[in-house]
């Protein structure tokens, strides 16, 4: 079975920063993209940044130049850098993993359980 456990989140003040993990486990033998989604209350569920295994960044306008999404194919990591944090991105934090090849799985789409990140002075 594939898992995503993510970590890092918490309470920061406006512009400060955050880091947040996320760990893939499994028989994983690749993911083609992992990468950060949130949910604010009321609001649906957005992406956040994203990368693929070669490195190519995906990112919403609205974090551009503030955060920074990175990974770690050989560890099956991903890890989000987050600053100048504002009100605004306070919501859970869902780790995504994309196009997941491994026993039990060709293809699959895995999400983590959410770590919530609030931005509040």
């Known amino acids: 079975q594939v898992q995503l456990v993510e970590s890092g989140g918490g309470l920061v003040q406006p512009g400060g920063s955050l880091r947040l993990s996320c760990a893939a486990s499994g028989s994983i033998f690749s993911i083609n993209t992992m990468g950060w989604y949130r949910q604010a209350p009321g609001l649906e569920r957005e992406l956040v940044a994203r990368?693929?295994?070669?490195?190519?960044?995906d990112y919403t306008d609205s974090v551009k130049g503030r955060f920074t999404v990175s990974r770690d194919n050989a560890k099956n990591t991903v890890t989000l850098e987050m600053n100048s944090l504002k009100p605004e991105d306070t919501a859970v934090y869902y780790c995504?993993?994309?196009?997941?090849?491994?026993?039990?799985?060709?293809?699959?789409?895995?999400w983590g359980k959410g770590t919530l990140v609030t931005v509040s002075a």
């Open positions: 990368a693929t295994r070669g490195g190519t960044t």
């Open positions: 995504n993993a994309a196009g997941v090849r491994g026993l039990g799985t060709y293809g699959g789409n895995y």
